[in-house]
């Protein structure tokens, strides 16, 4: 018996949550106050997508419109004000701004933020992150094998958002010569700990080597050292 009347509680507990939750569907006004001003446009947008084009309240339009022009003026304070090598806070903003104009693309309602769209379009936005990442690659001194393997992965990042030739080339280019220098800079510790009667050690270096230097072949004679070496480890 009090099995069945601890689950009747649970049952109208859970009922009294769930009709609660029903009660107060979350709006774009939530968002706003909670500062999540992206998810205010996408929750906005959505309850005029809801209406048929018929139908829909221009006034919901005009709401829309005012949040956009809002969220602009914004993003393009932040951007304006932004130091230029705070590279994350910059691509940040881009992505918001991006996320914006995918949002707001291709409904019937689109062509009231024109003014917008036609400034911030999906295209323009991934060259602008493309471009910060190159900034940020280019400002790395290349010196060391770590310096040129920072290098490769923002031009891949680039690369990720917006393809180009030049920087293509930039990022087969750092991310070859990574792989040349940390090699070479393994390969010589690796001698090194031999000379010390350190096998473990070496073995591990050429093995990292193999692995780093894997897309580009074969480096040197690390294959048959690792086997060399393995088998003098074992014999001791």
Known sequence: MKIKKLMKIILASLSIFLLVAC???????????EGNFVQSINLLAGTIEEKSEGNFKQTDVEKL????????????????NAIKSDYENRIEIYQKLLEMSLRLTNHYYSPQ????????????????????????AN???????????????????SLDWYYDKDIEKAYIYSDTRYRQLEAEVLYKLAKQQIQLGDYSTAVTCFRTIIDIYKPLGHYKDTKELTNYYEKKMIKR
């Open 65 to 80: 419109r005012e949040l956009v022009v809002e969220m602009m003026n914004k993003y393009e304070t932040e951007l304006a």
């Open 139 to 157: 400002a790395i001194p290349a010196i060391y094998p770590g310096d040129y393997e920072k290098r490769a992965i923002l031009y891949k990042k």
């Open 113 to 136: 933020l024109a003014f917008f769209l036609d400034k911030y379009s999906s295209e323009g936005l991934k060259q602008k992150l493309a471009n910060i990442y190159i900034e940020q």
């Open 23 to 33: 009660a107060h569907q979350r709006t774009y006004q939530d968002a706003y106050e």
